[in-house]
Nanobody, 120 residues
């Protein structure tokens, strides 16, 4: 069992910042990678940022330079610092975690999502 709980979403004006948090809990050996996806109504879900167990990060071109993903391994938590928010960042943001349940078994889990709305 893996549970992901996101927090930090809300309504902000363009140019402001938000910090999303996602805490992973449950029965797993380790977290392989964690990331953030987002989905706006009528649009495809897209990867916003990801971070591997080795610390390698990946960002969507649309958020590079504005968003920063980080992790606290001791707390099984991933963060997404979102600066200079734009209206086009409005979406439901989903936390994702790929965890190792066993040596050759991995599992992908998703949080329930947190709404981020950026007004003009």
């Amino acid at each position: 069992q893996v549970q992901l709980v996101e927090s930090g979403g809300g309504l902000v004006q363009a140019g402001r910042s938000l910090r999303l948090s996602c805490v992973a809990s449950g029965s797993f050996f380790s977290i392989i990678a964690m990331g953030w996806y987002r989905q706006a109504p009528g649009k495809q879900r897209e990867l916003v940022a990801g971070i591997t167990s080795g610390g390698r990060t990946n960002y969507a071109d649309s958020v590079k330079g504005r968003f920063t993903i980080s992790r606290d391994n001791a707390k099984n938590t991933v963060y997404l610092q979102m600066n200079s928010l734009k209206p086009e960042d409005t979406a439901v943001y989903y936390c994702n975690a790929d965890v190792a349940l066993a040596t050759t078994v991995s599992y992908r889990s998703w949080g329930q999502g947190t709404q981020v709305t950026v007004s003009s």
